[in-house]
Every structure is written in C-alpha cells, then in structure tokens.
C-alpha cells in the first residue's frame, strides 16, 4: 500500500493531538456540546480590587462601593500590613468582601548574591505571611527578582535549584499560618527570572509543596504569552490568583477599547474551575473613576458570561 507523505503526517499530527485532549482531565471533563463549557455556569467571576482603585477617601467608602459593584476580594499592599491587620479587619466586619492577595510589599530579594539581602526578603516575607494568615488571606505575591534588582544571581540551574529551596521553605512557613506565597511571572521589561505562566507552574510542581502557587496576569501575558488560554491552562491547579489590567496602557479594564478581550482567559479559568479571584492592579486614563470603573466591572462581566 501507498502512503501519501503529507496525508499521512496529517493524520498522525491529527491523531495525536485527539490522544492528548482525551488524556487530559481537564480538557475531557469541561467541554460540552455547542463549544460551551460544561458547569460553566456554577463557575463565578470573582473580583477583587487593590486599594487604589475604588473611589473614596477611606476603606469604609471603597468597601460600600465595592459591595455596591458587588466586587466581594480586596488586595491589600504587604507593606505595613502587619500594623493594619485589625484596621482591615474592623472594615470587612459584617461585609461580604474577602482579603484576597497581598500584592508584595517584602524588603530585598531572594535572587541577590548577598545573603543579607536574601534574609531580609525572606524575614519581611515571613512578617507578611503572618499578617496575611491573620486577614485570611489566600496568598502573598513574590517576584524572584526585578531587573533593576543587582546584583542577582545568574539565569542557571543551580540558581532555579536554589528558588526552589527557598520557596519550599517559605511554603512550609505558609501553611503553618493557613496561607501561601504565590509566584509571579512577569514581563521582560520589569523581571528577568520568570516570565510565563508555565515556567512558574513547573517550578511549584517540583516543589510539590501546597504552600507554594503561581499566578497570572493578563497584563504581563498580553507581552509574554502567545495565548490567554495556554497560559492558564499550563498552570492549571498551581494558579492562586489572577491580576488584570487594560492591554495597552495598563489602564481599567476596557479603557484600551476593542484590544481588552479576555474572553479566551476567561473559558481557560472555568476549564480549570478556577474559584479564586482575578483582581485589577492597574491605573486610571479617564477623569471619572467611578463611571470608568463601573462600565470596566461591566465589561469584565459580560465577556465572562459570554465564555
């Protein structure tokens, strides 16, 4: 018999990519007819706002706009937190908002080639841990080390081997206190360890450690990621919390116009049943924060149900 060459590769690539959805849970379980995702409806859109975005002079007024808007996370900076645990805490009484991350706010880094500045990331980190264990939060975000961060130990394996020591370490502290350290990938320009999804998913599976999670950001995918979609899905389990933020400027969501589609992402997080919180870390173009903020929640939701 015959076998045309390209026909034949055809079917193979063909084939083995039908063996690769059908051994995937993820992929098997979630999609149903008509391209819709199955439970999608039981998957709910969660979000969350750091400090500066809702309007108002204190956080008894973000919060009442907040739960107005319905945003039920609140992101609070790990800088000082530990002297505003009980301030946060009398705020959130009797709402229905919940501290989601802790965007950073730890002193040094751990990718430095001086170990005094390494312990004083790791002991700024720890002092943050507990503050966020205390505020029931789901995780304080790391970056490994920023460019402008020198000097740093060089791009190698012994130097992943070492991040991977000391998230392990750091994972361990987190869950002592009910909470993790989430691993952020960010773009060329701010970071030059980790830059993508997956390179943060697979550093968390070595360390086999529930303390220690990754996460995404539409901002930094939008420059690093060929696709919303296989970026959170390469982290599938290991993704702890999303940030958002306009394509081009890093504005509100939706202030980019037709650029700010996040429907893909969004059918990735209800493929991974996703049920933590995709919070905006970005700025404002516009001079009307609550309109612009409005119509942005507004946005986000729309295309959520439309995934």
């Given at each position: 018999m015959t076998i045309d060459r390209r026909n034949f590769l055809k079917v193979s690539v063909s084939g083995a990519a039908l063996a690769a959805v059908a051994s995937t849970p993820v992929l098997g379980a979630c999609t149903g007819t008509k391209g819709k995702i199955a439970g999608a409806n039981k998957t709910k859109l969660k979000l969350a706002f750091q400090e500066g975005i809702a309007p108002g002079d204190n956080l008894h007024q973000k919060f009442d706009f907040m739960e107005e808007l319905g945003v039920v996370g609140f992101e609070p900076g790990g800088r000082g937190l530990k002297d505003r645990v009980k301030e946060i805490q009398d705020a959130l009484k009797g709402r229905n908002i919940q501290v989601s991350a802790i965007c950073a706010g730890f002193s040094g880094f751990i990718l430095s080639t001086e170990e005094?500045?390494?312990?004083?990331?790791?002991?700024?980190?720890?002092?943050?841990?507990?503050?966020?264990?205390?505020?029931?939060?789901?995780?304080?975000?790391?970056?490994?080390?920023?460019?402008r961060q020198k000097?740093?130990?060089?791009?190698?394996?012994e130097t992943r081997d070492f991040l991977c020591e000391q998230f392990n370490i750091l994972g361990d502290f987190a869950k002592q206190h009910n909470t993790t350290v989430i691993?952020?990938?960010?773009?060329?320009?701010?970071?030059?360890?980790?830059?993508?999804?997956?390179?943060?998913?697979?550093?968390?599976?070595?360390?086999?450690?529930?303390?220690?999670?990754?996460?995404?950001?539409?901002?930094?995918?939008?420059?690093?990621?060929?696709?919303?979609?296989?970026?959170?899905?390469?982290?599938?389990?290991?993704?702890?919390?999303?940030?958002?933020?306009?394509?081009?400027?890093?504005?509100?969501?939706?202030?980019?116009?037709?650029?700010?589609?996040?429907?893909?992402?969004?059918?990735?997080?209800?493929?991974?049943?996703?049920?933590?919180?995709?919070?905006?870390?970005?700025?404002?173009?516009?001079?009307?924060?609550?309109?612009?903020?409005?119509?942005?929640?507004?946005?986000?939701?729309?295309?959520?149900?439309?995934?």
């Open positions: 005094s500045v390494r312990q004083e990331c790791i002991d700024s980190m720890k002092e943050i841990i507990e503050a966020a264990g205390a505020l029931q939060s789901v995780g304080v975000i790391i970056v490994p080390a920023f460019n000097p740093a130990l060089p791009h190698t394996r691993l952020e990938p960010l773009m060329r320009g701010e970071a030059f360890y980790l830059r993508q999804v997956a390179d943060a998913a697979s550093i968390c599976r070595d360390i086999n450690n529930d303390g220690v999670r990754c996460m995404g950001d539409f901002w930094h995918m939008t420059h690093e990621e060929t696709s919303d979609m296989g970026a959170i899905l390469s982290g599938g389990a290991y993704i702890q919390h999303m940030h958002i933020a306009s394509r081009k400027r890093r504005a509100m969501p939706g202030e980019d116009g037709d650029a700010d589609n996040y429907i893909d992402g969004f059918k990735a997080l209800k493929m991974i049943n996703y049920d933590k919180f995709v919070s905006y870390e970005c700025g404002l173009k516009g001079e009307d924060r609550d309109a612009t903020v409005r119509a942005s929640v507004d946005l986000l939701r729309e295309q959520w149900e439309k995934a």
